[in-house]
């Protein structure tokens, strides 16, 4: 019995490992996507040793049933009971958990953006509007304020999901990963200039930096005068 369920559960673990990175995306509610190979390897190692594992308890209790009568209740009982720990994983395969997102937001709301390490950022392209993540919104925006300035007259554009901060202003906020969920830390830029969307909307904003950062509960944040406000679905990938 102990060594059938330990198998049991080998497999049910490689088998949802394997769901959530083969058969769809949502592994990448938990981890960065470089981890989907090490987990789709991972998966199939733990479905490797559990199925041998129950095959080889089978085989085993064929060759004991053959030698000696074997009581019909527990043969029936002991063995069945096992499946049942196929329950969770299957509920996690099946009702995955989302990605962390404004309710992480809300609980760090008095963490101040801290400056990325690292040298002075290049200049932005010249064509277009440039795409960039809020890390890399915030950085500049650090290092403009020391003097290295590469936002001025310049329109971005940023992703992430908004929560109101007071009148006529909202963040837009973006969940930073280094290697799991557990050190998602928020990266937030002050918008201003459009109407406030619902808290937790995703978003993509078009607009120019603000030299003056904003000031919320005594914290300063970046700002983003915005020209343009688009609602999207939620990215495959939440985080940056």
């Given at each position: 019995m102990r060594k059938?369920?330990?198998?049991?559960?080998?497999?049910?673990?490689?088998?949802?490992?394997?769901?959530?990175?083969?058969?769809?995306?949502?592994?990448l509610n938990y981890v960065r996507p470089g981890f989907r190979i090490p987990l789709i390897a991972t998966g199939a190692v733990l479905c490797a040793l559990g199925g041998l594992?129950?095959?080889?308890?089978?085989?085993?209790t064929a060759t004991a049933t053959s030698d000696r009568r074997v009581d019909e209740h527990d043969h029936d009982h002991g063995p069945r009971a096992t499946w049942?720990?196929?329950?969770?994983?299957?509920?996690?395969?099946?009702?995955?958990?989302?990605?962390?997102?404004?309710f992480t937001a809300e609980r760090a709301v008095d963490q101040a953006p801290r400056p990325q390490a690292g040298s002075a950022l290049a200049a932005l392209s010249a064509d277009g509007p440039a795409r960039i993540s809020l890390t890399e919104f915030t950085a500049r925006a650090f290092q403009?304020?020391?003097?290295?300035?590469?936002?001025?007259?310049?329109?971005?554009?940023?992703?992430?999901?908004?929560?109101?901060?007071g009148r006529n202003r909202w963040m837009l906020i973006r969940l930073r990963m280094t290697c799991c969920a557990a050190d998602a830390v928020p990266m937030r830029v002050v918008i201003k200039?459009?109407?406030?969307?619902?808290?937790?909307?995703?978003?993509r904003v078009s607009g120019t930096w603000?030299?003056?950062?904003?000031?919320?509960?005594?914290?300063?944040?970046?700002?983003?005068?915005a020209t343009v406000l688009e609602r999207i679905a939620r990215p495959a990938d939440p985080y940056e």
């Open positions: 059938a369920a330990q198998n049991v559960v080998l497999l049910a673990a490689g088998g949802t490992l394997l769901w959530i990175t083969l058969a769809g995306r949502e592994y594992g129950i095959a080889t308890t089978w085989r085993r049942l720990l196929f329950l969770p994983p299957l509920v996690i395969a099946v009702i995955a958990p989302s990605g962390l997102g404004s403009a304020k020391a003097g290295h300035d590469t936002l001025t007259g310049r329109q971005v554009i940023l992703t992430g999901f908004a929560r109101p901060a200039g459009t109407p406030v969307p619902p808290t937790g909307t995703w978003v603000s030299p003056l950062w904003a000031s919320i509960d005594d914290i300063a944040f970046p700002q983003l005068t």
